[in-house]
C-alpha cells in the first residue's frame, strides 16, 4: 500500500517532556511536510523538506526540529512540549507533478 | 504574504441541492488553488484544483470556478448526498518552486438527508 503513514495516532503528555511523531510515506515523493492543526481546524505549515532543502516557517517555536534520515521519512520533535502544543500535527508529502498526498494525523495533548 | 479568506464556517443544504463555497485571496502572483477535504475524525485529502490559465474545471459533482480579476474561487458541488458532509479547504499557492499553499479556514458542510 502506497500511503503517508504517521504514528502515533493519540499522544498524551506533560508540560515539559520531549514527543517525537514519526512519518514515512511510500508514495516515491521528494518532498515531505509537517503542518499543525489547531482546535479551530486552521492549518498552519511548520516545515517542508525534500532530503536537499530543510525551510522552516519562521513563526514555528526552536523546541519543534525536524528530523530526515532519508526522502521517505520526516518526522517531528518537540523539546520541551507546552499546552498550546495541543493539537493535530499532519504530515504531507508531494511530488513536482502532484498535490499533497496527507497521513492520518497525530493528535497531540499536553496536560 | 498570501492572505486566504474562507467566508463561510459552516453550511448547510438538503440533500440534492447545490452546494457553494467561495475563497478570496490576495496574492496576484498566486496561479494555483487545491482544494480539500476533511471528514470527521479524519484527515484531509485532495478533491479538485484548478489553475490560473482556466477559469473553470469540472470532475464529475465538482466544479471550481476562478475569477482571476476579483481574486475571487469557488468549489460548487451539484446534487449533494451526505457523504459530501465535511470540512472543504480551499487553498492558494504560486506554481512550482517553493510549494507552501496557503490554506483557508475551512467551511463546515452539513448535508441534510
Known amino acids: 500500500e502506497t500511503a503517508v503513514f504517521q504514528t502515533p495516532n493519540y499522544h498524551v503528555t506533560q508540560v515539559g517532556n520531549e514527543v517525537s511523531f514519526n512519518c514515512k510515506q511510500t508514495l516515491g515523493h521528494d518532498t515531505m511536510y509537517w503542518y499543525k492543526q489547531d482546535s479551530k481546524k486552521l492549518l498552519k505549515i511548520m516545515f517542508s523538506y525534500n532530503n536537499k532543502q530543510l525551510i522552516v516557517n519562521e513563526t514555528v517555536p526552536r523546541r519543534f526540529s525536524p528530523q530526515s534520515s532519508d526522502k521517505a521519512h520526516l518526522n517531528l520533535r518537540i523539546k520541551s512540549v507546552e499546552p498550546e502544543d495541543s493539537a493535530v500535527y499532519l504530515c504531507a508529502s508531494r511530488t513536482a507533478n502532484s498535490d499533497y498526498t496527507f497521513g492520518s494525523g497525530t493528535r497531540l495533548l499536553v496536560i | 504574504g498570501e492572505k486566504v479568506e474562507q467566508h463561510q464556517s459552516t453550511l448547510s443544504v438538503r440533500e440534492g441541492d447545490s452546494a457553494v463555497i467561495n475563497c478570496t485571496y490576495t496574492?496576484?502572483?498566486?496561479?494555483?488553488f487545491p482544494w480539500y477535504k476533511q471528514e470527521a475524525g479524519k484527515s484531509l485529502h485532495f478533491v479538485i484544483d484548478i489553475r490560473s490559465n482556466v477559469d473553470r474545471k469540472q470532475s464529475q459533482r465538482l466544479t471550481v470556478l476562478l475569477d482571476k480579476k476579483a481574486k475571487r474561487f469557488s468549489l460548487h458541488i451539484t446534487a449533494t448526498q451526505p457523504e459530501d458532509s465535511a470540512i472543504y479547504f480551499c487553498?492558494?499557492?504560486?506554481?512550482?518552486?517553493?510549494?507552501?499553499?496557503?490554506f483557508g479556514k475551512g467551511t463546515s458542510l452539513v448535508v441534510h438527508p
Open positions: 487553498a492558494a499557492s504560486i506554481s512550482g518552486g517553493n510549494y507552501k499553499p496557503t
Open positions: 496574492d496576484t502572483a498566486s496561479s494555483y
